[in-house]
T-cell receptor, first 114, second 113 residues
Framework: DTGVSQNPRHKITKRGQNVTFRCDPI?????LYWYRQTLGQGPEFLTY????????KSRLLSDRFSAERPKGSFSTLEIQRTEQGDSAMYLC????????????FGDGTRLSIL | AQSVAQPEDQVNVAEGNPLTVKCTYS??????LFWYVQYPNRGLQFLLK??????LVKGSYGFEAEFNKSQTSFHLKKPSALVSDSALYFC???????????FGKGTKLSVIP
């Protein structure tokens, strides 16, 4: 298995701009998750998909955030009108369709807002 | 609501000595517990899990963890620490009805040569 792939690894943008991140899960995993990690903290859950259906969303996922997973393969996370507080590492994870299986994480996209 | 506490921000241990990284949890149903390790500028790497069964679970790289239901703890252990074990360790929990993982704040492990 080739692992979870995230692109880009780093993104620097000006406040107010829109950004989009991509996640390619492990191929046989039908569940996909997005987390956000700020400095000195553990990852915080944002949302998750089973195939193409978005089944859970955290209150952290404000109206400026949108996630999609067309065709149940890769996923994108878009942040509109970025704010300073959006600066963080955005982590994607995937897992098999079982509650006993662990989530496997990508290396993340680090977002810096100028 | 589910939560995880990692009471130590940092743990220092000499190479070759045993190590313990502590974790306590709170969850409404049966806990599914996980340990992950994170190296600088990398994602989280899965080490081990407890779902059910034996209270002592073994994982990758010689790590093990002991589940204690009465103390709601899931401490990570290794009999002999290596310098390469130096990293950030996260404990995570979810109940059986959710796929959402809740993480602790992490414990920085430093193994001193």
């Amino acid at each position: 298995d080739t692992g979870v792939s995230q692109n880009p690894r780093h993104k620097i943008t000006k406040r107010g701009q829109n950004v989009t991140f991509r996640c390619d899960p492990i191929s046989e995993h039908n569940r996909l998750y997005w987390y956000r990690q700020t400095l000195g903290q553990g990852p915080e859950f944002l949302t998750y998909f089973q195939n193409e259906a978005q089944l859970e969303k955290s209150r952290l996922l404000s109206d400026r955030f949108s996630a999609e997973r067309p065709k149940g393969s890769f996923s994108t996370l878009e942040i509109q009108r970025t704010e300073q507080g959006d600066s963080a590492m955005y982590l994607c994870a995937s897992s098999r369709d079982s509650t006993t299986q662990p989530q496997h994480f990508g290396d993340g996209t680090r977002l810096s807002i100028l | 609501a589910q939560s995880v506490a990692q009471p130590e921000d940092q743990v220092n241990v000499a190479e070759g000595n045993p190590l313990t990284v502590k974790c306590t949890y709170s969850v409404s149903g049966n806990p599914y517990l996980f340990w992950y390790v994170q190296y600088p500028n990398r994602g989280l790497q899965f080490l081990l899990k407890y779902i059910t069964g034996d209270n002592l679970v073994k994982g990758s790289y010689g790590f093990e963890a002991e589940f204690n239901k009465s103390q709601t703890s899931f401490h990570l252990k290794k009999p002999s620490a290596l310098v390469s074990d130096s990293a950030l360790y996260f404990c995570a929990v979810r109940d059986g009805g959710s796929y959402q993982l809740t993480f602790g704040k992490g414990t920085k492990l430093s193994v001193i040569p």
